[in-house]
């Protein structure tokens, strides 16, 4: 049995491929990427990534900005059967020099503004392949991958076998690279999956980084497993999310994103008519937000724990 956990993530797709998987609202016009268009183009970025002739367990690290892009690198990397990196786009020369000396990546994609000083410190750390990655769904990552074929079989991996490395945020000490696997991450999803009710016709607003498990993992990968539509946003925006509230069902945000909404006056149950869970997590919420908020919208939000090292 092969446990990619792409494999476990596409069994959710639904049936219908040409319905909207990502609606983006950080676009104009906006952008409605279909199911069919997910496999297709991680196909040809996996596609791109086999012709490299990695090494087996091979690291791809992304120091990129949010994007929809980024989404289909990270679904390529697991379907191609290597060890994705994601790493804050905040980290400068100084971080990004031990990260990539650590954790020794086949490929790094940057942002293009980041090309010449990141591909020449990627370079001298010998990283053979430096390919770029824009918001505009520009750079030299996709140029290279629409040669390629948008068919890809799924390579076969062990539940054990790794799946990604996340850097923990170091508080005794310099980062250390958390190893999670195949299996670690699909039984994540199918228990956040289960506990959470995930159904048919759920939509999450998502509008929280990509580059850590609350984002990526808790997330993404639950939502995507279900088969849910995402309202894609690139950081969280008052006035976007506002308008998405109504028919959505999902939000996971930090505290801020809470304290956010309550601040605007006009924020209450009118936004939450089609809304049945709210997600808090990454940081303590503080009681007083979660009173207040239930008493505007009539809801609770859900407060979760998790760590880089467990998901």
Same mark, same amino acid.
């Given at each position: ?7 476990? %993530? ?20 906006? %952008?409605?990427?279909? +199911? ?15 012709? %490299? ?33 994601? %790493? ?7 971080? @990004? ?19 010449? +000083? ?73 228990? @956040?999956?289960?506990?959470?009710? +995930? ?45 998405? @509230? ?66």
């Amino acid at each position: 049995m092969n446990a990619n956990l792409f494999a476990a %993530l596409s069994a959710g797709f639904p049936s219908d491929l040409d319905a909207t998987a990502i609606e983006t609202c950080d676009t104009a016009p906006t %952008l409605f990427h279909t +199911w069919r268009d997910i496999e297709r183009a991680s196909a040809r970025i996996a596609n791109l990534l086999a012709s %490299l002739e990695l090494p087996e367990g091979a690291r791809v690290a992304a120091h990129v900005d949010k994007s929809v892009e980024c989404l289909l690198l990270y679904l390529a990397v697991l379907r191609a059967g290597y060890v994705y990196l994601p %790493l804050n786009i905040a980290y400068q020369s100084a971080e @990004l020099e031990y990260f990539i000396g650590n954790a020794e990546p086949g490929v790094v994609v940057c942002t293009p503004k980041n090309f010449v +000083w990141l591909s020449k410190l990627a370079f001298q750390r010998g990283v053979k392949n430096v390919f770029t990655l824009g918001t505009q769904r520009e750079g030299s990552l996709l140029e290279r991958a629409a040669q390629h074929a948008d068919a890809h079989e799924v390579v076969p991996r062990r539940a054990d076998d790794l799946a990604a490395i996340l850097y923990t945020s170091g508080t005794t000490g310099r980062s250390k690279g958390a190893m999670l696997t195949h299996g670690n991450l699909l039984s994540n999803a199918r228990a @956040l999956k289960s506990y959470w009710g +995930w159904r048919d016709g759920d939509v999450l607003i998502h509008a929280l980084p990509i580059f850590h498990v609350h984002g990526l993992f808790v997330a993404l990968n639950t939502t995507l497993m279900a088969g849910g539509r995402i309202i894609w946003q690139p950081k969280f925006d008052l006035a976007s999310v506002l308008k998405s @509230l109504p028919g959505s069902t999902v939000m996971m945000g930090v505290p801020t994103f809470y304290t956010r909404l309550l601040g605007d006056k006009a924020f209450g149950q009118e936004h939450c008519k089609t809304m049945r869970l709210f997600i808090s997590g990454s940081a303590p919420l503080l009681a007083e937000t979660h009173v207040e908020f239930e008493a505007r919208t009539g809801m609770k939000i859900l407060e979760r724990y998790g760590m880089t090292e467990t998901g």
